[in-house]
Nanobody, 127 residues
Framework: QLHLVESGGGLVQPGGSLRLSCAAS????????IAWFRQAPGKEREGVSCISPTGGRSIYADSVKGRFTIARDNAKNTAYLQLNSLRPEDTAVYYC????????????????????WGQGTQVTVSS
């Protein structure tokens, strides 16, 4: 069975950090661009970041630039999203997704591109 599994979410105070993981099962992640999306309560899902298959290219939403870092370890078949300097407005369910032909340019936010999605992990930023 082919799927992605996110982990690492939780409750953190403003200014804190979390590292989210996205593990692939049943397929080789190194052939896919990986993106992270998030959906806050009452809002549409939005693209957060994307990393190309080799890791040579990455892109970030303006709202997280300089605070979040995307990475991947193809040997472990896993991608990551490091969340630093967290703010209450970062509270959301975070999803990872895999695109076989992804290049991580501005159109990475197009959800139809992605063949696989994880189930999501909750991040709550609150004091």
């Amino acid at each position: 069975q082919l799927h992605l599994v996110e982990s690492g979410g939780g409750l953190v105070q403003p200014g804190g950090s979390l590292r989210l993981s996205c593990a692939a099962s049943g397929f080789t992640l190194e052939n896919y661009a990986i993106a992270w999306f998030r959906q806050a309560p009452g809002k549409e899902r939005e693209g957060v970041s994307c990393i190309s298959p080799t890791g040579g290219r990455s892109i970030y939403a303006d709202s997280v630039k300089g605070r979040f870092t995307i990475a991947r370890d193809n040997a472990k078949n896993t991608a990551y999203l490091q969340l630093n300097s967290l703010r209450p407005e970062d509270t959301a369910v975070y999803y990872c997704a895999a695109d076989r032909f992804g290049t991580c340019y501005n159109d990475y936010v197009t959800e139809d591109y992605y063949e696989y999605w994880g189930q999501g992990t909750q991040v709550t930023v609150s004091s």
